[in-house]
């Protein structure tokens, strides 16, 4: 039995699509891991400035006994804490006892940017709440 001589290299093409297939597929793995741990980064991150403004109490006040936040130093603080971890922040706001910090990072693809994608932008918001002593809410 002979083989017709117009088989030969049908096989090529469809190793070649399946390799760029897996190319991309390793790619999307291993730049979606590095994406994933940008935005737990971003979390972490805007909840410590959070919490580093919400603890920045108004001096006066709390000698009479009112502890309410300083949103200038507040607002000061979380910024200061940002910047020290090399982030510029893109909001942060001080609302009556809370510290609400929104940051945005860049995360490059280097993988996906064979197929176009250079670079993802995650972003995250936390907010903290200037307590004081132990609350009936968990808080």
Avoid: K, W, Y
Wanted: net charge negative; no cysteine; hydrophobic share 45%.
């Amino acid at each position: 039995m002979t083989r017709p001589e117009d088989d030969r290299g049908q096989v090529t093409p469809m190793v070649a699509v399946l390799a760029v297939a897996l190319l991309v597929l390793g790619a999307l793995v291993f730049d979606g891991g590095q994406i994933l741990t940008a935005r737990r980064e971003a979390n972490n991150l805007a909840r410590q400035a959070a919490r580093a403004g919400a603890q920045q109490l108004d001096v006066a006040q709390a000698r009479v006994g009112d502890f309410t936040l300083d949103p200038v130093a507040a607002e000061q603080t979380a910024r200061t804490f940002l910047a020290d971890q090399g982030v510029t922040p893109t909001a942060v706001r001080v609302l009556g006892d809370r510290v609400e910090v929104t940051i945005t990072l860049t995360q490059p693809t280097p993988l996906l940017s064979i197929v176009g994608i250079d670079e993802r932008t995650v972003t995250a918001t936390a907010s903290a709440r200037a307590v004081r002593g132990v609350t009936g809410d968990g808080t």
